[in-house]
Every structure is written in structure tokens, then in C-alpha cells.
């Protein structure tokens, strides 16, 4: 059975919160907590498996509220709980952190290309980019000139909303051949 650590169980309530557009329980209830979890795990498709879990998520709760990442108001007699702008920051953040491209079970003979030009006035974005690019397992074939043998359209969406970039500042190219393309076989393992 997997345990799911601090960073986790913050992510599974972001995401909750954020999907659901925003959770409202009655305000008598003095255990809201207990009442909204069902609600963050019916969005997130999360199953609790434990007592020791139930108050993790608890715990993870109250921090990010006083971390100023949820936001909790009384409406009349409810109470009305949604994400900040920090909240949906820290999500954007665990969902880069948790990135990766999928595999399919067989190669399609098509290269992605990913290309990027950022001006030098966000420098720190480019490199943070550059950096998840690499982390992702992209090929370098020349300086902002990335490839990849699978699709990573939606992979690299995620990337281009939380760097907050244009089609202009990053673009793909699907292309069904690369001239010399042994070396970046071998490093792919296709054929």
C-alpha cells in the first residue's frame, strides 16, 4: 500500500478544490473539514485507505489554509471554500513537478520537434524551461532545438501556461524525418 507524502496529499486537495470550482458546506456543521474531503475525493478520484491518512489530510488541509493557498469565507449559512491565487500557483507547480510524457507501446515513425525563443529579459524562464525540458527526456539537436520520437502536445501545453509562453515563444513541428537521425535513434532506443 502506498503512502502518500506531505507534497501528494497537498496536490490531491489543490486539485480537488480547483475542479470542483469551489466547495460550499452548511456553516453549522463544526466538522467541515470531514465534510468537504468527500467532496475534494469524489473529484480527484482519491480512495482514503486509513485513519493515519484521514488526519494527514486534515493536517495538509489547515496548513495550506494558513499558508494562504485556500481560501475559507462564511456565505449566509454556508461555508464557501475555493483556491487562491496562490493555491492554483502551488498546484501549477506540483503538476510541473509531476510531469512526464507517456509512451506508447510502439513508435509511429514521426519525430516532435519542440522549438523555443525567449528574449533575454526572461532569462530565468528559459532556463526553468530548458531545465523541465531536459528533465522530460528531450533530445538537444541544436541550441532551443528539442526532439522527441512521442506525442507531447498536452505535456508541453501544461509547460507553455505555467511559464505563461505564446505560440510565438514555443512551437511544435511533427516531421517524418531528420537527416541523420541514427544518433538520436540510439538515444530514444527506436527504430
Same mark, same amino acid.
Do not use: C
Given at each position: ?31 467541515? /473539514? +470531514? ?12 480512495? @482514503?485507505? $486509513?485513519? *493515519?491518512?484521514? %488526519? ?24 464557501? /471554500? +475555493? ?12 503538476? @510541473?513537478? $509531476?510531469? *512526464?510524457?507517456? %509512451? ?88
Amino acid at each position: 500500500m502506498k503512502k502518500h507524502n506531505i507534497k501528494e496529499i497537498s496536490s490531491i486537495i489543490l486539485k480537488g478544490i480547483l475542479l470542483s470550482g469551489g466547495i460550499a458546506i452548511a456553516a453549522t456543521s463544526p466538522y467541515f /473539514v +470531514s465534510r468537504i474531503m468527500p467532496k475534494i475525493f469524489r473529484y480527484t478520484g482519491h480512495k @482514503i485507505r $486509513n485513519v *493515519k491518512e484521514v %488526519k494527514s489530510f486534515h493536517r495538509s488541509f489547515y496548513y495550506l489554509r494558513d499558508r494562504g493557498m485556500i481560501n475559507i469565507e462564511h456565505r449566509g449559512k454556508q461555508i464557501y /471554500v +475555493s483556491l487562491t491565487k496562490e493555491g492554483r500557483g502551488k498546484l501549477g507547480k506540483y503538476n @510541473i513537478d $509531476n510531469l *512526464k510524457i507517456k %509512451k506508447p507501446k510502439e513508435w509511429d515513425k514521426k519525430w516532435r520537434v519542440l522549438i523555443f525563443d525567449i528574449q533575454d529579459k526572461h532569462k530565468i524562464k528559459r532556463e526553468a524551461l530548458r531545465g523541465k525540458i531536459k528533465e522530460l527526456g528531450l533530445y538537444l539537436l541544436q541550441k532551443s532545438v528539442w526532439v522527441y520520437p512521442y506525442e507531447f502536445q498536452k505535456e508541453i501545453e501544461i509547460l507553455r501556461n505555467f511559464f505563461q509562453l505564446n505560440n510565438d515563444e514555443i512551437k511544435i513541428i511533427v516531421a517524418n524525418k531528420i537527416e541523420e537521425d541514427n544518433k538520436i535513434k540510439e538515444f530514444f532506443k527506436v527504430n
